[in-house]
């Protein structure tokens, strides 16, 4: 089967029953500073799922763009991807258990035509926190799946979310397919990594949310949230034990093979194709995004840059020496582009970002390699000696950290960021830790400061007589909102004041804001201002304050300006090029 054939049987199979087909949402999560890429379909959905209304109604389904970085050092192994395309259902409150693991069953068997013998099914074995999951064990027996195939098994493997520290997360059960290999031992069984087990779908009941570190309350409604990996479900379908020789990869990593110098591919040549298939995947993903986002030292754009020169060094042990990215990059486009057409029309930037990124680390690579090897004499490597080969050679720590792990050596960690931080710029590697802090609540706080948002983006629009002023970027956190906007100086003094007075007199006014549910093209019509693509049909929320603004948008919003108290900007200053970045409190 091809893989927008799934896509495409997936989402028919659930608008038949009675779900909304909705849009993916970008790679980079709006309005949740905590997590730097959307990692799950549920992610996006997370403000529904604590009980705000989705437009679509209360069954969703969607193919969704997913990055986890968490895996990375799993890239290679047979499953498991840094970028992967996730399709998913969802009950708002609406049905639970029974409906959802019975559709998960028909689809997979009648539908896929997966054997029934073939499958497992792991439920969650209960704890202090929750009971254990006698209901789903119930509905797969009385579907047929033997007792010998239902696997209890502890919170590590039954128990999904939350996605952050915080918010929505429950009991799963997950379903495998038996590859025919193994068993490998007598205690084989799923989540076992010897390549038997297979998952391929994860049914989450989100009817927990978790408030502080072993605190779990009752969400007020009881969601599903499934999810299931495209490039693992072809690869089962398609009879194949790894993802890589699905045709979602076998040409990329023909096209790899094309450009490379070697002859035999031993474990550690596959290795590298593996690698550099997957993490050009994901960075042309990212550079492709609806928010484009080019290589640098920060948050997303680290990643990005951390996948490209990983993907360069590899290519290195290829014996690549030329510019090769573009030429993957191209191959990776030709794959995707028909359920993904943002890639083909965002490739000029993502061909060019690529070779940037290509010539900058080229120049220090080799001298930067030279280095190492001559600075790895002892048993460990200092952290100056990392920080230099970050600083001078570019070389992303976690880049260095692996060098030295293929020699046995560590890295002293603590130094590198004593003397990172001398540079200040610790916050900048530190980036990625967010992932560990919880999702953004929408509590009372960001919610004002989103409405605000939209008041600022107005504000720019009037006061700088530029109708054309979009959102690029937003990023709100309890304390303060941050907005990209295109426009190509710095703002004056006067005129900064003359935005907040704006904001200010349209807080003194006492605006309602109002919420309208209308479709794309209605919402257009009515002048609504918009960044997201959406398909056709599909049913949006309107947001207006007053009649100053009207903006396509997921919510929440306060109900009245009113509420907001005083508006101060704290920072005006250039985010990339052309684009300007404006940080703001409420008083
Ligand atoms: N959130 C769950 C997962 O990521 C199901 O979608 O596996």
């Not at 990055?67 to 639970?96: A, C, E, K």
């Amino acid at each position: 089967m091809k893989p927008n054939d799934l896509i495409k049987k997936y989402l028919d199979f659930f608008k038949e029953k009675k779900h909304s087909i909705i849009s993916s949402a970008s790679l980079i999560p709006e309005h949740d500073p905590t997590v730097l890429f959307t990692t799950a379909g549920m992610h996006p959905l997370v403000p529904y799922l604590v009980g705000q209304p989705h437009p679509g109604g209360k069954r969703l389904a969607d193919v969704q763009k997913c990055i986890r970085t968490v895996d990375i050092d799993n890239v290679g192994d047979p499953s498991h991807l840094t970028f992967f395309q996730m399709l998913g259902n969802w009950s708002l409150g609406d049905y639970f258990k029974k409906e959802a693991i019975e559709w998960s069953y028909e689809f997979l068997t009648k539908n896929l035509n997966f054997n029934p013998d073939k499958i497992s099914v792991t439920v969650f074995e209960g704890d202090n926190d929750a009971p254990k999951d006698k209901e789903s064990a119930g509905i797969w027996r009385s579907l047929g799946v033997p007792e010998k195939r239902i696997y209890f098994l502890p919170k590590e493997d039954n128990w999904w979310g939350p996605a952050g520290k915080t918010g929505p997360c429950g009991p799963c059960t997950e379903m495998f397919i038996d590859t025919g290999l193994g068993p490998c031992s007598n205690e084989c069984k799923p989540g076992c990594g010897c390549g038997k087990y297979f998952e391929v779908w994860n049914d989450v009941f989100l009817e927990y949310n978790k408030i502080a570190e072993g605190k779990f309350e009752k969400l007020s409604q009881k969601n599903v949230d499934t999810g299931m990996g495209v490039e693992r479900t072809i690869a089962m379908l398609n009879k194949k034990k790894t993802v890589y020789e699905t045709e979602i990869f076998l040409p990329i990593i023909e096209s790899i093979k094309k450009v490379a110098k070697v002859d035999n591919y031993g474990e550690e040549e596959n290795k590298a194709l593996r690698v550099i298939s997957d993490h050009l995947r994901a960075s042309v993903f990212i550079l492709g995004d609806e928010h484009k986002v080019p290589p640098s030292n920060l948050d997303q754009g680290y990643i990005l840059r951390r996948f490209i020169r990983r993907s360069i060094r590899y290519a290195k042990q290829l014996g690549i020496d030329n510019n090769f990215c573009e030429d993957i990059a191209k191959k990776i486009i030709e794959v995707n582009k028909e359920q993904w057409p943002i890639l083909e029309k965002n490739k000029e930037f993502i061909f060019e970002e690529l070779n940037k990124e290509e010539e900058k680390f080229k120049k220090t690579l080799e001298t930067g390699l030279n280095k190492f090897e001559k600075m790895v004499s002892g048993q460990e490597l200092s952290g100056t000696g990392a920080f230099l080969l970050f600083q001078s050679y570019g070389f992303p720590i976690e880049m260095t950290v692996e060098l030295a792990k293929e020699k046995g050596l560590d890295v002293d960690l603590k130094c590198f960021e004593e003397e990172f931080k001398k540079h200040q710029e610790l916050s900048r590697v530190g980036a990625e830790n967010r992932f560990k802090g919880g999702l953004a609540d929408s509590g009372q706080e960001t919610t004002k400061l989103h409405t605000a948002t939209h008041l600022l983006n107005q504000a720019l629009r009037e006061v700088l007589k530029k109708p054309d002023i979009f959102q690029k970027g937003s990023n709100i956190t309890q304390e303060r909102l941050r907005f990209d906007f295109n426009f190509d100086r710095k703002l004056e003094k006067e005129e900064l004041k003359k935005v907040e007075d704006w904001v200010n007199e349209r807080i003194k006014e006492a605006l309602p804001v109002k919420r309208e549910e209308l479709t794309l093209e209605e919402a257009k019509k009515a002048g609504a201002q918009g960044v997201f693509e959406s398909k056709y049909g599909e049913k949006v929320f309107v947001y207006s304050i007053g009649n100053k603004s009207k903006e396509i948008c997921g919510g929440p919003h306060i109900t009245n300006t009113k509420e907001l108290g005083h508006f101060k900007i704290k920072k005006e200053e250039s985010s990339a090029a052309g684009i300007r970045r404006i940080k703001a409190v409420l008083e």
